[in-house]
């Protein structure tokens, strides 16, 4: 069982950062990688940065510059930095995580959420 436990959100004013993080705990042989995906009301849920194992990148293009995602020194942990925050960043958001398990092969985990509000 993999489980992934996030923290970090809460409420911004616009300009403002904060920073998520996540931990993946569990029957974990690999992680091919890790990152946060969003869904604000009535919008679909998207990829907004992800790491793999070989440290690539990759950031949704209306937070490049603004977000830095980055793996622990373990590599069970991932964080992302989120500056400069503007109101369209407000959602929920989810860790996220393609993991080798002990038992299977790749599967997706995802976090119970955190909700990140950017508001005056």
Same mark, same amino acid.
């Given at each position: ?5 996030? !923290? *970090? &959100? ?15 705990? =569990? $029957? #974990?042989? /690999? ?21 793999? !194992? *070989? &440290? ?15 793996? =622990? $020194? #373990?590599? /069970? ?41 950017? $508001?005056?």
């Amino acid at each position: 069982q993999v489980q992934l436990v996030e !923290s *970090g &959100g809460g409420l911004v004013q616009p300009g403002g950062a904060l920073i998520l993080s996540c931990e993946a705990t =569990g $029957s #974990i042989y /690999s992680i091919n990688s890790m990152g946060w995906y969003r869904q604000a009301p009535g919008m679909q849920r998207e990829l907004v940065a992800s790491i793999d !194992s *070989g &440290g690539s990148t990759f950031y949704l293009d209306s937070v490049k510059g603004r977000f830095t995602i980055s793996r =622990g $020194s #373990i590599e /069970s942990a991932v964080y992302l930095q989120m500056n400069s925050l503007k109101s369209e960043d407000t959602a929920v958001y989810y860790c996220h995580a393609n993991v080798n398990s002990t038992h299977y092969g790749a599967m997706d985990y995802w976090g119970r959420g955190s909700l990140v509000t950017v $508001s005056s």
